[in-house]
């Protein structure tokens, strides 16, 4: 072991507790654990399978830091209760399978735009039998419901955004705004809206108004540096969410520009 690796290994004391939960969740964890916290590289493409016959496959490494955050870090926090959840940003499918999973009764919303990542959803969905209660849509939120275009290059597939203008590479995709999105779901209550769209939750919140929301329970939401021209503020964004009636919000990013915000009407 070089120094740079055991010093990468130490940063992660702290997650010794989610290590741990791996070891007993996931087949060949410590091959897992491993690669996470920076010790060895994980053979990719990979199928992490886990002892309860869930299983991805990881393509890069971005995949096993966001399948970490959710099965054992527990970014997005579920109810029992959730009958409804919109996953805003599903990416391949790894919160969306890990509710479903969880909560044997919901429904799934599964929102994204990439061709490449929402294929690699369905599978998902598909592999791990919840096709009955998953509802895939291929389009990205925005402020208005249009065509805009998505980043063709990114650091990780998880970092697609909508652009200002037709980039090299970029690919056209439909948009809907929040509003539509919330009045196509047929339940009058939606317990759970995940929203991880990279920089387009402001103008897409921004622009769904306290009765748009009222049938949001709770909101997690994973914030990044606004984009330059939609004029918003991280401040304009939780004012808002208090005026829609969320009365209890914890920003859990405080001065950083990047960070969750988990909102609940009580």
Known sequence: MNIERLCTAIKHIARVPEAIACLGAMEHAPKVVASYIGLAPLPLPYTARFRDGMRYRLDESYDLV???QINF???YPLRASDRVIVDAGANIGLFTCWAAARVPDATIVAVEPSPA???RLVDH??????????????????ATATVAWLSGHAAASQMMHLTSGHAPGALPVETWTLSDLIARIPEKHIDLLKMDIEGSEYPVLMSADADQLARVGRISLEYHEPPPQSGYTKRDLLRHLAACGFASIDDRGGKAAYGMIHASRC
């Open 125 to 142: 969905v598909r592999a791990n039998g919840f096709a009955r209660r998953v509802i895939p849509l291929q389009i990205a939120l925005d």
């Open 117 to 119: 990542n929402f294929q």
């Open 73 to 75: 870090h527990g970014v």
């Open 66 to 68: 966001t399948l970490w």
